[in-house]
């Protein structure tokens, strides 16, 4: 047996302490608890998989992807077992531990610039350019349609094994979990967690694209619709604000005992709106926590006890200072 066994069959926990006062549970899958450390272990070992089934992988040969760094870590997982290299591009917003943990752990990472999708500097341009530059395998979560597959056959029957969901949510990077679940799950209302920045919300609702703003949540919202995200499975959409998201994150790991990211955070802020709407005889609110927060930890958000700012961290540590330093001066003896 593999470590690639151990991907999935994750735990799905009640949120006892967030969900105490709301007519049904709020049930969350343990992404986070996956080898690679995120929901994508999933998607990089369905993608490997289907291209070796149809022969489209020699051996040794190169994976490139367009990744947040979730789907880095896992296709280095993947990549590490079944012995491929990895090139991985990722927009310089993202945070420094996941291209640290990528380096790490063998992968190639290119940084590009937060550029729009048109822009030929964006980070899913640059890898396809560098794919068909290099003849490396584009792995094309974006677009791969193992991608939704894998959680149609996973993730989906894995909560129906447990529950009957009367609603799931859950944010989209790809659209691959969302998707996937939705038709799995055809009985579910299908709720998008979406970013304020984001134009995902928009799509849903008018049919047209809104206006992009910057937001700090990794992973998740968008500026265009994935081709893997089917948008007709999904019936409401709730709006979440960076703050709202990693207030809720800090929940999850005080209130829960969850060490989730920033991500895990608006789904489940979004989650606790749903289930107020529901009646106490609906079935419980599924979401999914994609990843861990040890991804987060040189982002302020995840540093500081009150979220984003950072001018109160020095109080928070303070008490902990070596040597008798004080203030901003203990702080920076601590990193
Ligand atoms: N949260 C995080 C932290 C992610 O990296 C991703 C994937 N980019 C998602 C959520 C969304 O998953 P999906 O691509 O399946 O929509």
Not at 25 to 30: D, E, G, M, V, Y
Not at 180 to 190: E, K, Q, T, Y
Request: hydrophobic share 40%.
């Amino acid at each position: 047996m593999s470590v690639l066994e151990a991907i999935g069959r994750t735990h799905l926990v009640e949120l006892t302490a967030i969900g105490r006062d709301l007519p049904v549970p709020i049930l969350a899958k343990c992404e986070h608890l996956n080898p690679g450390g995120s929901i994508k272990d999933r998607i990089a070992r369905a993608i490997v998989e289907d291209a070796e089934a149809r022969s489209a992988l020699s051996p040794g040969a190169t994976l490139i992807e367009a990744t947040a760094g979730n789907t880095g870590l896992g296709l280095a997982l993947v990549a590490a077992v079944r012995g491929y290299r990895l090139v991985c591009t990722m927009p310089a917003k993202m945070s420094a531990d996941k291209r640290i943990a990528l380096e790490a752990l063998g992968a190639r990472v290119v940084i590009t610039p937060n550029a729009p999708p048109s822009h030929p500097d964006n980070f899913r341009n640059v890898a396809r350019r560098m794919a068909e530059e290099h003849g490396y395998f584009l792995t094309d979560q974006f677009n791969n349609p193992a991608n939704p597959r894998v959680h149609e056959l996973t993730t989906g029957p894995e909560i129906l094994a447990v529950v009957r969901p009367s609603a799931f949510v859950a944010g989209v990077g790809t659209g691959g979990t969302l998707t996937g679940v939705a038709r799995a799950i055809p009985s579910a209302r299908i709720v998008l967690a979406d970013p304020i920045g984001s134009q995902l919300a928009d799509f849903i609702e008018t049919g047209a694209l809104g206006g992009d703003g910057p937001y700090l949540v990794e992973g998740i919202g968008g500026s265009e619709i994935p081709s893997v995200f089917d948008t007709k499975l999904v019936h409401a959409v709730e709006r979440i604000s960076d703050e709202e998201s990693f207030a809720t994150a800090r929940r999850l790991w005080r209130e829960e005992g969850l060490f989730v990211g920033g991500s895990a955070g608006t789904n489940v802020a979004a989650a606790i709106r749903v289930a107020r709407t529901m009646r106490r005889s609906d079935g419980p609110v599924v979401t999914v926590l994609p990843d861990g927060w040890d991804r987060y930890r040189a982002q302020p958000w995840a540093r500081t006890t009150n979220g984003l700012d950072p001018s109160r961290a020095p109080q928070a540590f303070v008490r902990f200072a070596p040597h008798g330093l004080e203030g901003d001066e203990g702080v920076a003896a601590l990193r």
